[in-house]
């Protein structure tokens, strides 16, 4: 394909998506206004907005968020500290590798969320509650990456190197590390984002406070407007997020 | 041979993968005994699986013989020796996260050379197998011939005084191995290092060779060892030459025998897996 071919290309296809989400919100807004749909059920798209508006200037979201990103800082913080250092004490033997990569990515598998109430009832309804059942959710994406990362390092890399003399440490900075680290990188990427999911999904189920706290107290209060503007505002806040840890990815994968 | 014109002294060395009995047992190397001269050209050429990419592990020390010995300048090799061998890998031996030139800096710091020294030596090497524009390019970014080059570079920029080059050219087209074959007799003419090479191609042993070891079929052993006797650089001429064609079918009609014994017993356990298939 040529380049300004490539170019129509893109250009046209951002046209198509525009206009795709342009046509949801008409239909949206034809649904409540002309349609009939009560506004209980789905609020009219001006409203949500000047909700948004409201919410925005008001300054009432920020201890929600506070208390949302402090659980999720913590959570990922421990997920991947821990992750990233067992892994790479599993990936140093072919043996522990064997026995632990099944096990880890079968566990990985099960839906952690149901174990929500145990977690309540373990850690109470507070942020410790959310913070421990993210850290386990994300913890899986990140030890299973960091063991294939550094478990599966091309030998002939670390034959050459030791026949330069490399040290065991100069093998870990100048080899493993760099052989591992895209690997990793995605794999702290996912543990970020499902930690997230995690997050705001428990305190949807069983909060004190919190993004997904107010979502369902909103709802519950049938202030359905208002409610959409704050799961808007959550999802530009998810989108950031998941924004940033891919560009720094995309950094570190240079 | 007087002892001090001995590089390398290999007695009796014998390796197997495996035990006996196990499904993956291998006896790769059998009895070998072997002297390379300093500042010699050795070529070892056999059938593939014959160990003689084992016995070049053997020598640099990264593997050790299930029996025998080998001497690096007097002492025996109990592990890698960085400082008096270096190696040039089949491909894909350089790191691909870093230039060529870091690849070739990251090889003089695990060796050890100050840091000061590193820069100069790595343009250096890179000048000397005609990369200098491509110092700054990453391995992805070069055709294989390029990066064999670097991975030359590499290895001279350490400065040791013994090569060891595990088919280096092995992934590369007939052309691209010919210039390179040219440029590295030229190369190597200049230095005084001694050089193990392993290959497949006939024409690339009688070419660069000083000696050409001809191994026989697995379990390999030195089956004869011919001496090529003309000077290097060696010319394009050369190639052409009534001598080069002796040469290379002495090595053909050596090495006939034993690649046909290989291909039958390769035969043999193909058949032998096909039966144990169908049952």
């Known amino acids: ?254 | 041979m007087a002892s001090q014109d001995v590089a390398v002294r290999i007695r009796d060395v014998s390796h197997q993968f495996g035990e006996e009995g196990q499904a993956h047992y291998v006896r790769a190397l059998a009895d070998t005994s072997l002297d390379v001269a300093r500042g010699e050209l050795l070529c070892l050429i056999g059938p593939s699986g014959c160990g003689k990419s084992t016995l070049l592990n053997v020598i640099g020390g990264l593997m050790t013989p299930t029996a025998g010995t080998v001497h690096v300048g007097g002492t025996p090799v109990r592990g890698p020796l960085p400082r008096e061998i270096a190696f040039v890998f089949q491909e894909n031996a350089l790191f691909p996260w870093s230039t060529v030139s870091e690849n070739v800096v990251l090889g003089m710091m695990f060796q050890g050379v100050p840091r000061a020294e590193r820069a100069e030596r790595a343009r250096n090497a890179l000048a000397a197998v005609g990369l200098a524009d491509f110092a700054d390019h990453y391995p992805g970014q070069l055709s294989g011939g390029m990066r064999q080059r670097a991975a030359l570079a590499r290895a001279l920029s350490l400065q040791t005084g013994i090569l060891l080059m595990d088919e280096p050219f092995g992934a590369l087209d007939e052309q691209t191995r010919m210039i390179l074959g040219e440029d590295l007799s030229v190369l190597l003419s200049r230095t005084e290092k001694t050089i193990v090479f392993v290959t497949h191609s006939l024409g690339e042993a009688v070419f660069l060779a000083d000696r050409v070891a001809v191994f026989s079929a697995r379990p390999g052993t030195i089956k004869e060892v011919i001496s090529v006797d003309e000077p290097h650089p060696r010319n394009p001429e050369f190639v052409t030459s009534e001598k080069f064609h002796a040469l290379r079918n002495r090595l053909y009609t050596l090495l006939h025998d034993e690649i046909r014994k290989t291909v039958s017993a390769e035969r043999g356990r193909d058949n032998a897996a096909a039966g144990e298939g169908a049952r």
């Open chain 1, 1 to 254: 394909m040529t380049p300004r071919a490539s170019r129509r290309d893109r250009i046209l296809s951002r046209i198509v998506q525009l206009a795709f989400v342009g046509g949801v919100l008409a239909l949206w807004y034809l649904a409540t206004a002309r349609w009939g749909v009560s506004h209980l059920l789905l609020p009219n798209p001006v409203r949500v907005w000047d909700q948004l508006k409201d919410v925005l200037a008001s300054g009432e979201f920020v201890p929600d968020l506070r208390i949302t990103l402090t659980e999720l800082a913590v959570a990922f913080a421990i997920s991947s500290i821990s992750g990233v250092t067992l892994g790479y004490l599993l990936s140093r033997s072919q043996f522990l590798i064997r026995v632990f990569e099944p096990l880890l990515a079968g566990i990985y598998s099960i839906p952690i969320i149901l174990f929500l109430p145990l977690y309540v009832l373990f850690f109470g309804l507070g942020p410790a509650s959310k913070i421990a059942l993210g850290a386990t959710i994300s913890f899986f994406p990140v030890v299973l990456a960091t063991v294939a990362g550094f478990g599966y390092v091309e030998r002939i890399y670390v034959v050459a190197a030791r026949s330069m003399g490399a040290s065991g440490f100069q093998l870990f900075r100048w080899v493993l590390l760099p052989a591992a680290l895209p690997v990793i990188l995605t794999g702290l990427r996912m543990g970020f984002i499902v930690a997230l999911l995690s997050i705001l999904g428990s305190e949807t189920i069983a909060s004190l406070a919190g993004l997904g706290h107010r979502i369902v107290h909103l709802a519950e209060a049938m202030e359905t407007a208002r409610m959409f503007a704050y799961i808007a505002f959550a999802v530009a806040i998810a989108a950031l997020l998941n924004f940033v840890v891919t560009l720094i990815e995309a950094r570190g994968r240079r």
